[in-house]
């Protein structure tokens, strides 16, 4: 069965603090991402992997960086985390050019955190 | 940038009622999937649409995307209280990797 897991479903941290979220998929995916979901404004794309070291900035970059040294890993970094990046985290993975070749894009449980 | 739109935001019905969800797109597009969530958790692969006019279905779920490639649907026929949840429209426009979503739509199932 396919598996996207994200290392912690809740996470509280204080302001200033480095965060790292990780996401580790086994469908020997090439690309990943990661998206944060908040009431209102519905799920924004923050950065997205297609490659091994590869990665693109998503529509909300800011605040935010991310590293992939093996395939199956997609870490998500908060450099200095502030409140207003209190949201759901959500990290997805896909084969090949997804949208366009009609592969489906497989998303994990998500992860809930609190910047206090 | 591609904007996606969906109605009604929030939708509560009887069980056994059928219901419609739109999914209404800014530009053309490549590819249309569509997710249900449940609060506090990832999304649920249901379909994915490419063709204009095409219709999928699963279970009691089917969904179309309009010749136009501008539109989908997502129609539900005899709701039941596991249908609940958000359901989510995601789309690919130009660009291969990046996937847009509608807001989604809470849909709320009474016994």
């Known amino acids: 069965d396919v598996k996207v897991t994200q290392s912690s479903r809740y996470l509280v941290k204080r302001t200033g603090e480095k965060v790292f979220l990780e996401c580790v998929q086994d469908m020997d995916h090439e690309n990943m991402f990661w998206y944060r979901q908040d009431p209102g404004l519905g799920l924004r794309l923050i950065y997205f992997s297609y490659d091994v070291k590869m990665k693109e900035k998503g529509d909300i970059p800011e605040g935010y960086s991310v590293s992939r040294e093996k395939k199956e890993r997609f870490s998500l970094i908060l450099e200095s985390a502030s409140t207003n990046q209190t949201s759901m985290y959500l990290c997805?993975?896909?084969?090949?050019?997804?949208?366009?070749?009609?592969?489906?894009?497989?998303f994990g449980e998500g992860s809930w955190l609190t910047v206090v | 940038s591609q904007e996606l739109e969906q109605s009604p935001q929030s939708l509560i019905v009887q069980e056994g009622k059928n219901l419609t969800i739109n999914c209404t797109s800014s530009?053309?597009?490549?590819?249309l999937y569509w997710y249900k969530q449940k609060y506090g958790e990832g999304l649920i692969f249901l379909m994915m649409?490419?063709?204009?006019?095409e219709e999928k279905s699963h279970e009691k779920i089917t969904a179309k995307l309009d010749e136009k490639k501008q539109q989908s649907s997502l129609h539900i026929t005899a709701s039941q209280p596991s249908h609940a949840g958000i359901y989510l429209c995601g789309a690919a426009g130009g660009s291969n990797y990046k996937l847009t979503f509608g807001k989604g739509t809470l849909l709320t199932v009474n016994p």
């Open positions: 997805a993975s896909t084969s090949d050019s997804g949208g366009l070749s009609g592969n489906t894009i497989y």
């Open positions: 530009k053309t597009l490549y590819g």
């Open positions: 649409l490419q063709k204009g006019g």
